[in-house]
């Protein structure tokens, strides 16, 4: 069924807005800026970039060859390619969805409550209890059921007339919403302490191993790339698309939005010297820190809060749409299930298996490394190696509609030795931490 009536983009905008909003989310507000202040400024920001380049773009290539190439959900297009083998790793694509949307979703549901709050009552007057009082508990589990209501209704609505509809209108308005913001904190006084510290740093001292390892992870959870949702999107594209210039575009703009995220965030916190919140938890560069901006700042604060907050909220929903849209479309092909039945069924699991996440946020933290740190880069290796060694001819199918383009051959230079052994690397350091966290989880409950 899913064969031959498969679905397509309107248009090629269509598809960069929606692979666009899947790349840019809370991964670019929340964490980026929450890991550039962690790790030296600056330095952190140009580690990034570089592995955008080097790791990111190539990776991001070869899913959406795969998937345009196969027309196909994760799963059935790996083994379309590779033999039916290497369903396992589309499988593992698929968990990944599942895990990451649990937790996100109670991530994002706490923002809309944010959004809520600044609308109705204005910011609490004490933002580290306030997020105290909210983060766990059937309240929070609550805004996540709301937050994935939506992302349910939108992906039940197809790729066209959900999906596509939705990301043209939210993209530009997200991406006007976090300007427009970031041109209100350059007007602060003491801006420029947070430019200072956002954008100058001792490059030699801020580079390690552990910093690595945390723009590794970070860069492929920004890119939407590990777990098969480019390559999903890719698969409802024509085939004259041309790729290279697709990935280029959507590497860059979500480089953009958590550069320009920066911009916005450390202004606002540095102005009103709460540089000191946002080390509290992961959390709380977002949660508590700007909130408490935001509320000493009156009624502008007010004004200017709501709209970080709604811009926050469509971020993360393009996001949720595209994780969702990875489980559903492996159900649709997989199982031959009804795109609203697969929706329904599929959504409705993952807002349950969020219920720990809302309830724990020491559980919402150690899913989030476990997604990262596991899920990501060990399905970002699998993939590279993939298209590295085992597709017969990734750049024959790479150059359809992108003919004359010269670096085809370093493309697959790069995913055959690079990529993978800069991951083996990461994965080396990553995985004891990943499963000594786990394990602190099982041993305290
Ligand atoms: N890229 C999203 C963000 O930065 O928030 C998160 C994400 C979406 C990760 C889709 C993975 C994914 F497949």
Redesign the pocket.
């Known amino acids: 069924m899913a064969g031959e009536s498969r679905e397509q983009w309107n248009s090629r905008t269509g598809f960069i807005f929606a692979a666009v909003g899947?790349?840019?989310?809370?991964?670019?507000m929340w964490?980026f800026s929450y890991l550039t202040a962690e790790n030296g400024g600056a330095a952190f920001v140009v580690l990034y970039l570089l592995l955008t380049l080097v790791i990111g773009l190539p990776v991001m290539l070869a899913e959406l060859t795969v998937g345009r190439g196969a027309g196909k959900s994760p799963i059935q297009a790996l083994a379309h390619y590779g033999g039916p083998r290497w369903r396992g790793l589309g499988a593992v694509f698929v968990a990944?969805?599942f895990i990451?949307l649990s937790y996100?979703g109670v991530i994002a549901g706490w923002t809309l409550r944010y959004a809520g709050e600044a609308l109705v009552t204005g910011f609490a007057d004490d933002p580290g209890l306030h997020f105290r009082n909210i983060r766990e508990g059937s309240g929070a589990f609550l805004f996540h059921v709301f937050f994935m209501g939506a992302t349910i209704g939108i992906v039940a609505g197809g790729v066209k007339r959900g999906i596509e509809r939705v990301a043209v209108i939210a993209m530009p308005a997200l991406f006007f919403l976090v300007c427009a913001v970031a041109l209100y904190a350059a007007t602060l006084d003491g801006a420029g302490a947070g430019y200072r510290y956002y954008l100058n740093t001792d490059f030699v001292n801020a580079w390690s191993l552990d910093v690595l390892v945390d723009a590794a992870g970070q860069a492929f959870?920004?890119?939407?790339?590990?777990?098969?949702?480019?390559l999903t999107f890719a698969s409802y594209l024509p085939r004259e698309s041309h790729l290279p210039n697709e990935s280029l575009l959507i590497a860059s703009a979500?480089f953009g939005v958590a550069f320009l995220a920066g911009l916005m965030v450390f202004p606002l916190i540095f102005a009103l010297g709460l540089s000191g919140d946002v080390s509290e938890s992961t959390l709380g560069a977002l949660f508590v820190a700007l909130p408490k901006a935001f509320a000493a700042m009156g009624a502008a604060g007010r004004v200017v809060g709501l709209l970080f907050f709604i811009a926050l909220v469509v971020?993360?929903l393009t996001?949720?749409i595209?994780?969702l849209e990875?489980v559903v479309s492996a159900t649709i092909d997989g199982l031959n299930w009804s795109r609203l039945q697969s929706t329904l069924v599929m959504g409705l699991a993952i807002t349950a298996l969020g219920a720990p996440s809302a309830w724990n946020i020491g559980f919402l933290e150690v899913m989030d490394k476990v997604a990262n740190n596991l899920f990501?880069l060990g399905g970002g290796l699998g993939l590279s190696i993939f298209v590295g060694w085992v597709m017969k001819d990734p750049t024959g199918e790479v150059a359809v509609g992108a003919e004359g383009v010269p670096w085809f051959g370093l493309w697959r230079g790069l995913l055959r030795f690079v990529v993978p052994a800069f991951l083996i690397v990461v994965l080396w350091n990553s995985v004891p931490a990943t499963l000594r966290a786990v394990w602190g989880l099982i041993s305290a409950s």
């Open positions: 899947s790349a840019v989310g809370l991964g670019n964490r990944a969805g990451i996100y959870f920004s890119l939407s790339l590990g777990m098969g949702a480019m979500d971020g993360a996001s949720a595209s994780l990875v990501l």
